[in-house]
C-alpha cells in the first residue's frame, strides 16, 4: 500500500493476500494502489502492520470472515498464495478404540472449561500487538507447563514470531511409538474488537477454543493416555491480523518436514446459534478428516452435524491446509448463524449464561480425534 501523505511509517510492512472479490465490498481507502501480484482468484497488497486491524473490522462487517485474509512478513511468502496448494496425502482413517474414548469421555468436564474461559476473558484484550495479549500467552505457559509436571514424555514451548511479541504455546505429548508423526489440535489465543488496542474479552473468540483445546489434555494427562503418535496442542497468537501465528507455525513445520497426520482447528464453539451441534467447515479443509470428524460423532457422541462455506482465511485450518496438511474446523453453527457478539467489548460468557455446554460437546470431539488418529 503507498504510504499516506505527511505520515511517517516506521513499522516493518505486511504484505497480505485477499480474494479480488472480497476488495470492492472493503474500504476503498485501504486498496488505492494496484496489487502488487495477482492471479484469477487471489491479490496481494502492501500494508502497515497497525492498518490490519481495520482491514479485518472491515472484513468481519462486510463479510463475517476472521479475518478472511493472509498476512506475511515477506513478499516472497505471499506470493505462494498464488500457487495451487498441494493435496494431502491420502490415507486411510479407521476406528478400533472405542474401549479407550469411552474411558476417557466421563472425564470431560463443563466447569473446567468454564474456567479457562473465564480466565481468559478476564484480560483487557488479546490484542497480539498489546501488553495483554502478551500476558495472556505467558498465563498459558506457566499453565501448560504444570501440566508436564511428573510427566518426561510432555514437554511446553514458546514459539517466536519476528514480527511481534505475543508468542504462540505448543504442548507436545510425545508419541510412544512414532513420534515422528503429528496430531496437531488447538486454536487462536488473540483477541480483537474492531481495530487495535480496544476492550476484547474474546470469551467465544476466542477462548472457548482455548479452552476446549486446554480441557482436551488435561483429560488425556488425568487418564493416563499415552499417544503412540505425537499430539501437539498449540495456542495460535495473532489469527485476526491475518493467520501470523498459524502462518509461522505451519512453515517452519513445512520447512522442517515434520509429518503432520492431521490438524484439528478449534475456533468458537461456545454459542449454539443454529439447529446442529456441530458443522464443519468445507472449504480449504480436508473432505477425508471431515468425513472421518463425522464417523466420530456418529459413533461415540450421537450429535447432530452439518456443514457449510466460510471463504479464504477464515481461521487457522487454511495456513496449514496451504501446507499440504489435512485441517479441518468443527465450529459453533452456520457461519451466518455464528456469535453476533464477537469482536466487540460483549463477548464475554455472560452472553451463554455463564455456562460452556457448548464447548463440551467440542472437547468430546477433540478428544475422540486424538485418541483415534495418535493410535
Known amino acids: ?53 481495520r482491514l479485518a473490522d472491515g472484513m468481519h462487517r462486510a463479510m463475517r ?24 496425502q491420502a490415507r486411510a482413517y479407521s476406528l478400533d478404540q472405542g474401549v479407550r474414548v469411552r474411558e476417557l469421555l466421563p472425564l470431560v468436564k463443563e466447569e473446567s472449561i468454564v474456567s479457562a474461559i473465564t480466565s481468559l476473558s478476564s484480560y483487557r484484550n488479546r ?28 514437554s511446553v ?15 507436545t505429548m510425545r508419541g510412544a511409538a512414532e513420534p515422528e508423526k503429528v496430531i496437531v489440535i488447538g486454536g487462536h489465543l488473540d483477541s480483537i474488537a474492531g481495530s487495535g488496542d480496544n476492550p476484547a474479552p474474546g470469551a ?28 501437539k496442542f498449540m495456542a495460535f497468537a495473532a489469527e485476526e491480523a491475518g493467520l501470523r501465528g498459524s502462518g509461522d ?11 503432520v497426520e492431521g490438524m484439528l482447528n478449534l475456533d468458537m464453539t461456545n454459542y449454539k446459534g443454529s439447529e446442529k451441534d456441530i458443522y464443519f467447515v468445507s472449504d480449504n479443509t480436508s473432505a477425508d478428516q471431515n468425513a472421518f470428524l463425522g464417523k466420530l460423532i456418529d459413533t461415540y457422541l ?10 479464504y482465511g477464515c481461521s487457522d485450518h487454511a495456513s496449514w491446509s496451504k501446507k499440504g496438511y489435512p485441517a479441518s474446523t468443527p465450529f459453533e453453527s452456520t457461519y451466518e448463524q455464528c456469535n453476533p457478539y464477537i469482536h466487540k467489548a460483549v463477548d464475554t460468557l455472560a452472553q451463554t449464561g455463564g455456562r460452556a455446554e457448548h464447548s463440551l460437546k467440542f472437547a468430546r470431539l477433540g478428544l475422540a480425534y486424538a485418541v483415534e488418529l495418535a493410535k
Not at 495472556?136 to 510432555?154: C, F, H, M, T, V
Not at 450421537?302 to 471463504?311: A, L, N, Q
Request: with cysteine; hydrophobic share 40%; charged share 20%.
Open 65 to 88: 470472515r476472521a479475518p478472511g485474509f493472509f498476512a506475511y512478513d515477506t513478499l516472497e511468502a505471499a506470493l505462494e498464495d498464488l500457487k495451487t496448494p498441494p493435496e494431502p
Open 302 to 311: 450421537g450429535y447432530t452435524w452439518g456443514s457449510f462455506k466460510c471463504g
Open 127 to 154: 490484542y497480539y500487538r498489546g501488553a495483554t495479549g502478551v500476558d495472556a500467552s505467558k498465563w498459558l505457559q506457566q499453565l501448560w507447563g504444570s501440566y508436564a509436571e511428573g510427566r518426561p514424555d510432555i
Open 249 to 259: 507455525v505451519s512453515a517452519a513445520f513445512q520447512k522442517e518436514g515434520v509429518k
Open 1 to 53: 500500500m503507498p504510504a499516506v501523505p505527511g505520515r511517517v511509517d516506521l513499522e516493518q510492512p505486511v504484505w497480505v493476500s485477499v480474494e479480488k472479490g472480497d476488495v470492492a465490498a472493503l474500504d476503498e481507502a485501504l486498496f488505492k494502489s494496484a496489487p502488487l501480484a495477482q492471479n484469477q482468484r487471489v491479490a496481494i497488497y502492501k500494508f502497515a502492520p497497525s492498518e490490519l486491524g
Open 204 to 231: 467465544d473468540d476466542n477462548a472457548s477454543g482455548v479452552a476446549v483445546t486446554n480441557e482436551i489434555i488435561k483429560v488425556l494427562i488425568a487418564g493416563g493416555y499415552r499417544p503412540a503418535k505425537t499430539i
Open 157 to 171: 514451548e514458546a514459539f517466536k514470531h519476528a514480527a511481534f511479541q505475543q508468542e504462540s504455546v505448543i504442548l
